[in-house]
Structure formats: C-alpha cells, structure tokens
C-alpha cells in the first residue's frame, strides 16, 4: 500500500496521488501538498517556521510557549523574624 507524505513545507499530510515532487540538481526532494507551498519554500524563500499558517509553526510555538511555563520563577519565601 501507498504511504501519505508529508509537505515539506507546511507539514500536512499529502495523499497518494495527489501533490507536487520536487527534485533539486543535487537531488534533494521536496513534496508539497499545493502550489502556495511550493511557491512560498522555493520562489519566495520563506522559512516555514516563521510564516503562521503552517503547521511547523504552530508546534514550534507550542514547545516554546512550554518552556517559558518551566522557567517560571520560584517564590519568594518570607523570613520569620
């Protein structure tokens, strides 16, 4: 059976059939899952964690926002005098 890709670009899935492959000249492969994807990675040079509607984006905002809630400060604690 047919495996589903993933997008390189926004991290969706991708079903058989469907979607764009991408060959470099060095032979690196991208799969995208529609034209705004392929046009973002390759003619815009965006970088798919910093543009907000992808997936990558969201996850890595998620453990960002995770480690900010570990790094929280101690309480104080009051001295008894």
Known sequence: MVEAKE???CGNKIEPGT???FIKTDGQTFNFCNNKCEKNML?????ER???WT?????EKAVK???KKEKKKPKKKIKKK
Do not use: M, N, P
Request: aromatic share 10%; glycine share 10%; proline share 0%.
């Open 55 to 59: 997936r990558k984006h969201a996850q």
């Open 43 to 47: 003619k815009l040079g965006r970088k």
């Open 19 to 21: 979607g764009k492959l």
């Open 65 to 67: 926002t995770y480690r």
């Open 7 to 9: 997008c390189t670009f």
């Open 50 to 52: 910093e543009t907000k």
